[in-house]
Antibody
Framework: EVQMLESGGGLVQTGGSLRLSCAAS????????MNWVRQAPGKELEWVST???????LHADSVKGRFTISRDNSKNTLYLQMNGLRAEDTAVYYC?????????????WGQGTLVTVSS | EIVLTQSPATLSLSPGERATLSCRAG??????LAWYQQKPGQAPRLLIY???NRAAGIPARFSGSGSGTDFTLTISSLESEDFAVYYC?????????FGGGTKVEIK
């Protein structure tokens, strides 16, 4: 059974940093592109970052230069380093895996971790 | 980026009724569209991908159609567990984008 468990969320001041983790199991982690998707309170979903199997990364313009996605295939873990946090980064952050190599179809999601940025 | 517009924002229906949800893309995305269901406090759940393929374990009352710019998610007969928010998402071009959601509520 595929499982993904996020951790690392919490309350942080504006300008601060957090590192989110997503521990995955039940599938061959190293063979799937992995992603972070966030959802601000009461808002729609927003793609944040993707890391491919060869460690190529993509980030949304809204987080480019501040957030860094990475992975450790030996630990089956996905990360999101978030620096320079802003109030508008307040959201539940989900990790999600691709269905397969055809593209960004997210077939499994973690339960999410809440990040609150406050002054 | 490709904007996805979902309508209506809210759909008020009774159990057993048919639900028809719309998603319109700002430019052609071929069939690169997925639908997700989200219940309060839960992560999204993949329902449909490639516009019309049901994901694993999704009941047959859920169906998707469309291509290009206009897409539809149909729930043939609403069950109590289907009352939720539904999002469409395009994976044709980066960045991946989601629609604003349609809430299906009990009338």
């Amino acid at each position: 059974e595929v499982q993904m468990l996020e951790s690392g969320g919490g309350l942080v001041q504006t300008g601060g940093s957090l590192r989110l983790s997503c521990a995955a199991s039940g599938f061959i982690f190293s063979t799937y592109a992995m992603n972070w998707v966030r959802q601000a309170p009461g808002k729609e979903l927003e793609w944040v970052s993707t890391i491919f199997t060869v460690d190529t990364t993509l980030h949304a313009d809204s987080v480019k230069g501040r957030f860094t996605i990475s992975r450790d295939n030996s630990k089956n873990t996905l990360y999101l380093q978030m620096n320079g946090l802003r109030a508008e980064d307040t959201a539940v952050y989900y990790c999600a895996k691709w269905l397969d190599s055809r593209g960004s179809i997210y077939d499994h999601w973690g339960q999410g971790t809440l990040v609150t940025v406050s002054s | 980026e490709i904007v996805l517009t979902q309508s209506p924002a809210t759909l008020s229906l009774s159990p057993g009724e048919r639900a028809t949800l719309s998603c319109r893309a700002g430019q052609s995305i071929s069939n690169s569209l997925a639908w997700y269901q989200q219940k309060p406090g839960q992560a999204p759940r993949l329902l449909i991908y490639d516009a019309s393929n049901r994901a694993a374990g999704i009941p047959a009352r859920f169906s998707g159609s469309g291509s290009g710019t206009d897409f539809t998610l149909t729930i043939s007969s609403l069950e109590s567990e289907d009352f939720a928010v539904y999002y469409c998402q395009q994976c044709s071009k980066w960045p991946v984008t989601f629609g604003g959601g349609t809430k299906v509520e009990i009338k």
